[in-house]
């Protein structure tokens, strides 16, 4: 079965910094897009970022791009965020999403075909 499995996640001070992790199983990440969305309590989830197949392009949200950075190794099966400069509005459950058709899509988060359960992203003094 097609799985995305987050890790990475947990509590940092503001202006820490924390790499996250997307591995997945069951198929390859080489010709798939890969998204970044994550969720704060009570509001709607968002998306962060995003990277195509190839990893020659890649999206940002307005609200991290200088301080977060997307990435992928496809011989390890694996996309990372690098999240540095942490804010206390950064605090969410992130999770990663696959896009079968390769191309770096940050939105709507209902285009991705699968997802994994997310990890928690805790930004407090």
């Known amino acids: 079965q097609l799985q995305l499995v987050e890790s990475g996640g947990g509590l940092v001070q503001p202006g820490g910094s924390l790499r996250l992790s997307c591995a997945a199983s069951g198929f390859t990440l080489d010709n798939t897009g890969i998204g970044w969305f994550r969720q704060a309590p009570g509001k709607e989830r968002e998306g962060v970022s995003c990277?195509?197949?190839?990893?020659?392009?890649?999206k940002y949200t307005d609200s991290v791009k200088g301080r977060f950075t997307i990435s992928r190794d496809n011989a390890k099966n694996t996309v990372y965020l690098q999240m540095n400069s942490l804010k206390p509005e950064d605090t969410g459950i992130y999770y990663c999403?696959?896009?079968?058709?390769?191309?770096?899509?940050?939105?709507?988060?209902?285009?991705?075909?699968?997802w994994g359960q997310g990890t928690q992203v805790t930004v407090s003094s």
């Open positions: 999403a696959a896009f079968r058709f390769g191309t770096c899509v940050i939105s709507p988060s209902s285009a991705y075909d699968y």
């Open positions: 990277i195509n197949g190839l990893g020659s392009s890649t």
